[in-house]
Antibody, heavy 126, light 108 residues
Framework: EVQLLESGGGLVQPGVSLRLSCAAS????????MTWVRQAPGKGLEWVST????????YYAASVKGRFIISRDNSKNTLYLQMNGLRAEDTAVYYC???????????????????WGQGTTVTVSS | DIQMTQSPSSLSASVGDRVTITCRAS??????LAWYQQKPGKVPNLLIY???TLQSGVPSRFSGSGSGTDFTLTISSLQPEDVATYYC??????????FGQGTKVEIK
């Protein structure tokens, strides 16, 4: 069974850092791009960041670029999101999702995000 | 960046009704369009990808159509378990991805 399990959320003060993790199982992790999506309380879905299967390509939403870093450890089947300089507006449930299929040279995003984790909650407040 | 606009933002319909939600892209995205269902308090669930391909396990009353800039999600016969918020998402050939603002579907 394909599973994604996020962890690392919590209540933090503005300006601090936090690292989220997403443990994957049930599929060949290294051959899939992975994405973080967040949802602020009562709001819609917001794409945050995507990383290719090899980790060689990363993409960020303008709202987090320069503050968040996406990475992955394919030996541990784990995705990460390092969040620095947290702001109140970063308060959200953060989901990781399995994304496009990646060959050795490129990723193909035809099938969209077909598996999502249960989410981890980040609250930024003083 | 490409913007995605959904309409309506909410709707109320009776059980058995045909329900249609539209999603418009600010630029052409071929058929790189997905629809997700998020039930209250739950994780988003992929319903349709490539504009019209039903994800495995999704009931056949759901269907998608469109290409280019205009897309539609249709529920042929609304059921009580379909109460949810529905999101479109464009995913092109590479990020950034963009979601529509969501359409909340309720039972009348």
């Amino acid at each position: 069974e394909v599973q994604l399990l996020e962890s690392g959320g919590g209540l933090v003060q503005p300006g601090v850092s936090l690292r989220l993790s997403c443990a994957a199982s049930g599929f060949t992790f290294t051959t899939y791009a992975m994405t973080w999506v967040r949802q602020a309380p009562g709001k819609g879905l917001e794409w945050v960041s995507t990383i290719s299967g090899s980790g060689g390509s990363t993409y960020y939403a303008a709202s987090v670029k320069g503050r968040f870093i996406i990475s992955r450890d394919n030996s541990k089947n784990t995705l990460y999101l390092q969040m620095n300089g947290l702001r109140a507006e970063d308060t959200a449930v953060y989901y990781c999702a399995k994304d496009g299929y990646c060959s050795s040279t490129t990723c193909y995003y035809y099938y969209a995000m077909d598996v999502w984790g249960q989410g981890t909650t980040v609250t930024v407040s003083s | 960046d490409i913007q995605m606009t959904q309409s309506p933002s909410s709707l109320s319909a009776s059980v058995g009704d045909r329900v249609t939600i539209t999603c418009r892209a600010s630029q052409g995205i071929n058929n790189y369009l997905a629809w997700y269902q998020q039930k209250p308090g739950k994780v988003p669930n992929l319903l349709i990808y490539a504009a019209s391909t039903l994800q495995s396990g999704v009931p056949s009353r759901f269907s998608g159509s469109g290409s280019g800039t205009d897309f539609t999600l249709t529920i042929s016969s609304l059921q009580p378990e379909d109460v949810a918020t529905y999101y479109c998402q464009k995913y092109n050939s590479a990020p950034p991805w963009t979601f529509g603002q969501g359409t909340k579907v309720e039972i009348k």
